[in-house]
């Protein structure tokens, strides 16, 4: 595996992705298969990197950013708990019903969350529908 610090060349995006192979990388590259998770461009490629040397202090910090990540994970797991039991779950139908409050002004007890694309999302905001993403974490007990 290997990992590349990758560029949006249209909103200047940077972010990390894992390959299999360098080999591999190129592979989807030439395929047109990246894009940017934020706009969706296919100008994507690769930035400098540096390898990461790890030694005591760097050792510390990782620790650090697990426990930050392990309270990210925590506090958005009650935020979930709480939309779950607080909203109408609606499925992939997202984009759909919340037009369809908003333009029949259907009063609803509850709000809903479901699934939506950042284009769809992007959509109902220009319409003047409020909408958010949020991160989600499937549940795992196994």
Excluded at 30 to 47: E, M
Excluded at 63 to 80: A, D, F, P, R
């Amino acid at each position: 595996m290997i990992k590349y610090k990758l560029i949006c060349k249209d909103c200047e995006l940077t972010f990390d992705s894992w390959f299999a192979s360098s080999g591999e990388y190129e592979k989807l590259r030439k395929n047109n298969f990246l894009s940017c998770y934020s706009c969706n461009s296919k100008k994507v490629d690769k930035t400098l990197m540096a390898p990461k040397l790890i030694n005591k202090s760097t050792h510390k910090q990782a620790g650090k950013q697990n426990l930050k990540l392990i309270e990210v994970n925590k506090k958005i797991k009650e935020y979930q708990k709480f939309i779950k039991n607080n909203f109408d779950y609606v499925g992939e139908n997202f984009a759909y019903e919340a037009r369809s409050i908003h333009y029949d002004n259907k009063k609803k007890n509850k709000g809903i969350f479901g699934t939506a694309s950042n284009e769809e999302i992007k959509e109902l905001k220009e319409e003047g529908i409020e909408a958010e993403m949020i991160p989600w974490i499937k549940d795992s007990n196994n």
